[in-house]
């Protein structure tokens, strides 16, 4: 895995003619907003136009997205062909995502299965898991295991298996089990810089062109807790 940076200071964790895969930073937002901040894609463009001396306007295709206050792997499409391909494997998600998750209390079980019925509110951008199927909810499913008790808080890998609004958050905080930082979820304060403790480790999937099997792993913050991982 080679790290690349430059005057935007963007860690590259891919990159050929087709994708590149960012380490997406605490604040980041991927595309644009109503906060009229400057996205993530269009950093990543510059990026591009600079290296390699691009004239006139750079293709670059959001294929997914990341929470702004979590980071991790965020792939982007450098061609049309590439965009269309990894729209498909994302959608069917055809893809394996792995998360670390740094929580406040310790789960009752060291690995399991948790199924939800998550249902978003669009007026507070928020989302809620019940037990069982209520309107308007869509079923959520994870996989996570404790990978390292800390004195205060304990590490968990997840694995998704659906790809809901909020749902990791929302799934975790229901076992009673917030997220560090995550004020909207249960936990009782904020992180200093304004991000949780969630992050988009690792991501297996076929390159949209190659075809070859691709696996993307994401270094953690540079953070006390973090690095005590």
């Known amino acids: 895995?080679?790290?690349?940076?430059?005057?935007?200071?963007?860690?590259?964790?891919?990159?050929?003619?087709?994708?590149?895969?960012?380490?997406?930073?605490?604040?980041?937002?991927?595309?644009?907003?109503?906060?009229?901040?400057?996205?993530?894609?269009e950093v990543v463009k510059e990026y591009i136009k600079d290296k390699y001396n691009k004239p006139g306007e750079?293709?670059?295709?959001?294929?997914?997205?990341?929470?702004?206050?979590?980071?991790?792997i965020v792939v982007f499409a450098r061609t049309s062909k590439a965009l269309t391909r990894l729209n498909e494997l994302f959608k069917n998600r055809e893809t394996q995502k792995t998360y670390w998750a740094v929580v406040k209390n310790k789960p009752l079980e060291k690995q399991a299965?948790?199924?939800?019925?998550?249902?978003?509110?669009?007026?507070?951008?928020?989302s809620k898991a019940h037990l069982k199927e209520v309107p308007d909810s869509k079923m959520a499913s994870l996989d996570y295991q404790i990978i390292k008790e800390?004195?205060?808080?304990v590490a968990l890998e997840i694995n998704l298996h659906t790809g809901r609004h909020h749902q990791i958050r929302?799934?975790?905080?229901?076992?009673?089990?917030?997220?560090?930082?995550?004020?909207?979820?249960?936990?009782?304060?904020?992180?200093?810089?304004?991000?949780?403790?969630?992050?988009?480790?690792?991501?297996?999937?076929?390159?949209?062109?190659?075809?070859?099997?691709?696996?993307?792993?994401?270094?953690?913050?540079?953070?006390v807790i973090w690095n005590a991982i």
């Open 1 to 41: 895995m080679k790290e690349l940076s430059n005057k935007n200071n963007l860690q590259v964790l891919h990159e050929d003619n087709h994708i590149i895969v960012i380490n997406k930073r605490v604040g980041d937002i991927v595309q644009g907003d109503k906060t009229g901040d400057k996205p993530l894609s």
């Open 58 to 72: 750079v293709f670059l295709g959001v294929v997914h997205r990341l929470d702004r206050p979590t980071t991790g």
């Open 113 to 126: 299965k948790l199924i939800h019925y998550i249902k978003r509110n669009e007026k507070n951008n928020t």
């Open 150 to 153: 800390l004195n205060n808080y």
């Open 170 to 223: 929302t799934q975790l905080s229901a076992i009673g089990c917030p997220i560090k930082g995550d004020l909207k979820y249960g936990f009782d304060r904020s992180n200093p810089d304004g991000g949780i403790h969630l992050h988009a480790r690792k991501l297996v999937f076929i390159h949209p062109v190659s075809k070859e099997s691709l696996t993307v792993v994401a270094p953690v913050p540079n953070e």
